[in-house]
C-alpha cells in the first residue's frame, strides 16, 4: 500500500513567516514529487514539482527532497494571507505508474495578517 | 500546461440514477486520469483512461461502477452509476504534461440525495 503522510494540521503563522510543509512516502521507487495548492472550492494547482535530492527553489517557494529519508517538504518564505490554502503532497512512482500520484492527506495552512 | 474543461460544474442527483461527466482537454494527450476527492479528503485515483483500449482501475474502483470512455485524444466521460450518498464528491480529470506533471480540469461537483 502506497502511502504518502504530511504533517498534521492545520498551521497557522504570521504574515511574512515561513511556512514549513512536510511530507513523508512509503514508496522507495517513487521518482516524481509534487506540492499543489488548493483553495477552498477549487481544484488542485501545481506550485512546485522536484524530482532529485536537494532543493529546488521557485520564487517564495522551495521544495526539498531527500529520497534516502523518503521525505519532501515545501518552504513558503515572506508567507502572505493569499497563501491560506491546502496543501497536497503528490508522489509519483514513474514506470507503469506514470502519472498517477498518490496524495498526502493534505495541510491546511493559514496565514494571518 | 494544458487547459482542461469539465461539464457540468456541479449537479445534485437523486439516488440509483447516473451521472456522466465529460472531459475536454485543449490539446491531444495519450493518458487522462480520473480523481475523487470526497468531502474534507484528499484525492484518489479512479482510473487512467487510455485511447483506443479499456480503462485500467484502481483497487476500490469497478467499471460496472465507473465506466470511462475515451473515443480520442482530446476527450474522456466517467460515468458515476446507479448513485448513493457515498458518491457525493468532486470529480476531476487530470493529464499529464512534461515532465510527469500533472494538470487538473475544474472538477465536477456531485451531490447525491
Known amino acids: 500500500q502506497k502511502e504518502v503522510e504530511q504533517n498534521s494540521g492545520p498551521l497557522s503563522v504570521p504574515e511574512g513567516a515561513i511556512a514549513s510543509l512536510n511530507c513523508t512516502y512509503s514508496?522507495?521507487?517513487?521518482?516524481?514529487f509534487f506540492w499543489y495548492r488548493q483553495y477552498s472550492g477549487k481544484s488542485p494547482e501545481l506550485i512546485m514539482s522536484i524530482y532529485s535530492n536537494g532543493d529546488k527553489e521557485d520564487g517564495r517557494f522551495t521544495a526539498q527532497l531527500n529520497k534516502a529519508s523518503q521525505y519532501v517538504s515545501l518552504l513558503i518564505r515572506d508567507s502572505q494571507p493569499s497563501d491560506s490554502a491546502t496543501y497536497l503532497c503528490?508522489?509519483?512512482?514513474?514506470?507503469?505508474?506514470?502519472?498517477?500520484?498518490?496524495f498526502g492527506q493534505g495541510t491546511i495552512l493559514t496565514v494571518h495578517p | 500546461s494544458a487547459v482542461i474543461s469539465q461539464k457540468p460544474s456541479r449537479d445534485i442527483c437523486q439516488r440509483g440514477t447516473s451521472l456522466t461527466i465529460q472531459c475536454q482537454v485543449d490539446?491531444?494527450?495519450?493518458?487522462m486520469f480520473w480523481y475523487r476527492q470526497q468531502p474534507g479528503q484528499s484525492l484518489t485515483l479512479i482510473a487512467t483512461a487510455n485511447q483506443g483500449s479499456e480503462a485500467t482501475y484502481e483497487s476500490g474502483f469497478v467499471i460496472d461502477k465507473f465506466p470511462i470512455s475515451r473515443p480520442n485524444l482530446t476527450f474522456s466521460t466517467l460515468t458515476v452509476s446507479n448513485m448513493s450518498p457515498e458518491d457525493s464528491s468532486i470529480y476531476l480529470c487530470?493529464?499529464?504534461?512534461?515532465?510527469?506533471?500533472?494538470?487538473f480540469g475544474p472538477g465536477t461537483r456531485l451531490t447525491v440525495l
Open positions: 490539446s491531444q494527450v495519450t493518458m
Open positions: 503528490a508522489v509519483s512512482a514513474g514506470g507503469t505508474s506514470y502519472g498517477k500520484l498518490t
Open positions: 514508496d522507495r521507487v517513487s521518482q516524481s
Open positions: 487530470s493529464v499529464v504534461g512534461g515532465q510527469d506533471t500533472q494538470y
